[in-house]
Every structure is written in C-alpha cells, then in structure tokens.
C-alpha cells in the first residue's frame, strides 16, 4: 500500500515510538494486502488509515501545544526564579546593611553607657566629698551646740523644777559589753528624787535617732537603777519630730533657748 510523502511527514512529527508502532502497523497491513485483500476491504483498511491520520495529526497537534505550554511554564518558572533570587539578593543585602547599623548602634550604646557610668561614678565621688564635708560640718555645729547647752542647761532644767548636781558631760557609757556616747550625761535632783539626765544633741533629729536614744534610756534607766530625766537639743525640730519628741517624754530644746 503506497504512503503519501505528506503522512510520512506526519510520521516524523510524533513521538518514535508512537512511529515505530505505526510504521510496524503499515507494513503489517502491507504484508495482508500483498496476499490478500478484496477491493471493499482496500477500501475499508484506507478509510482506516484515513481515520488512524487524522488521529495522528490530533495526536501531533497536541502534542505541539503541550510543547508550547511546556516551554510557556519553563519560561515563566524562570522569570520567577530570576524574581525570588533577585528579592533574595535584595534581602541578604539588607540584612548586611542592617548588621552593620546595628553593629554601629552596639558601639555607640557602648560608648555612651560608657560615658553615662563615668558621669555616674564622678558623681558619686562628688556626693561622697560634700557628705564628709558636711558630716565634718555637723561635728562641728554639733560641738558647738553641746558646749553652749553644758553651760546653758542648768539654768533651763532650773525652770522645770530640777537641780542640776555637779557639771553636764559628754561622756561614754558602757552598755553591756559596748560602749556609748552620749553629749549630755549627769545628775540632778528634783522634790528631793535623783535623777539621771540624758541627753543628745542634733541639727535636726530624725524618728530613728530618737527610737535609738529612747532604746539606750531605757537601758541606763535599768543600769543605773534611777529614773532618766530626757531631753534633746537642736536647731530645727519640725512638727512631726516634736510630736514624736512630746509621746516619749523627752523635752526638746531649741538651740536659741541656750543664748
């Protein structure tokens, strides 16, 4: 059976084993022809290869179009990748830059804590000098308070009915195995009773000085087995302190009231 030029052009543009299943089938076909074959059944087996043509140039234009499609998505996958790499270029880029900014910011932060603790330990310098300064400067004012009230307190303790025996001292005491510094200590005398006279002197008394010096009283109160006379004198006594002074019976005393 002769084959056009056409459809072995066809032939070619299908897959080779598809062909090679073809071109088996033609001579196959051939080969029965060749020993025998009626003039209907000629013309049944080309209505055949008709039909078995036309299914091949369906098969061939598919075939192209599933080339086209194929190459169509290879060539967008591509665009796209092209696309992620740039973004992820673009990305790691940013990511140096930004380590680099933050690298900067590690050192300037640094730098500047640096400095800050600098500041800060000066500072702290600066505070401790002026709090010796001001700790010698109270020493002082505080000696010079206490020796006008050793002259002056007898003469005031007068007016509330007391009688001063012998001088007002700073003196240490010894309270259980420690010993104690008090600015006033001495005797006195009051309707005939003696009693133990105590006494501190401040710039300006806090509650927690006075709940110590109330504490160490008490224990001389014990100690010496008389009664303790308190009382506390400085510059300043502000309103809290003097109500706090007058609820643990220690008479407070203003450092004019010495003049």
Same mark, same amino acid.
């Not at 603790?117 to 505070?127: F, G, H, M, R």
């Not at 009915?161 to 104690?180: A, C, P, Q, S």
């Not at 087995?225 to 005393?253: C, N, Q, R, T, Y």
């Given at each position: ?55 091949i140039?369906e ?22 990748? %092209?696309?992620?790499?740039? /973004?992820?270029? @673009? ?8 380590? &680099?900014? *933050?690298?900067? $910011? ?34 002082t004012?505080?000696y ?14 007068a ?37 133990l ?8 008394? %806090?509650?927690?000085?006075? /709940?110590?010096? @109330? ?8 100690? &010496?087995? *008389?009664?303790? $006379? ?8 502000p ?21």
């Amino acid at each position: 059976m002769p084959v056009s030029i056409a459809f072995i052009k066809e032939l070619e543009t299908i897959d080779p084993k598809l062909r090679r299943v073809l071109l088996s089938m033609l001579e196959e076909l051939e080969r029965q022809r060749e020993e025998s074959v009626t003039k209907k059944e000629f013309n049944e087996l080309k209505e055949i290869v008709r039909k078995l043509g036309k299914s091949i140039n369906e098969l061939a234009e598919a075939q192209k179009r599933t080339e086209e499609q194929l190459a169509s998505f290879e060539k967008k996958t591509e665009e796209n990748f %092209s696309r992620v790499w740039k /973004a992820i270029n @673009e990305l790691t880029e940013a990511q140096k830059r930004t380590e &680099e900014q *933050l690298a900067s $910011f590690e050192k300037k932060t640094e730098e500047n804590f640096s400095r800050v603790w600098k500041a800060i330990n000066e500072l702290a310098e600066a505070q401790k000098r002026t709090e010796e300064r001001l700790e010698g400067l109270s020493d002082t004012i505080g000696y010079s308070l206490e020796n006008r009230a050793y002259k002056a307190l007898p003469k005031i303790l007068a007016t509330y009915g007391l009688k001063v025996e012998g001088r007002l001292l700073r003196r240490y005491v010894k309270v259980g195995n420690k010993e104690r510094q008090l600015n006033i200590y001495g005797y006195a005398r009051r309707n005939g009773e003696r009693l133990l006279v105590l006494g501190e002197t401040k710039v300006r008394p %806090s509650k927690k000085e006075i /709940a110590r010096f @109330e504490k160490l009283c008490k224990k001389l109160e014990k100690q &010496e087995g *008389l009664p303790v $006379f308190k009382i506390f004198v400085a510059h300043d006594f502000p309103p809290a302190i003097e109500k706090e002074l007058s609820e643990k019976e220690i008479l407070p005393i203003w450092s004019y009231d010495l003049e």
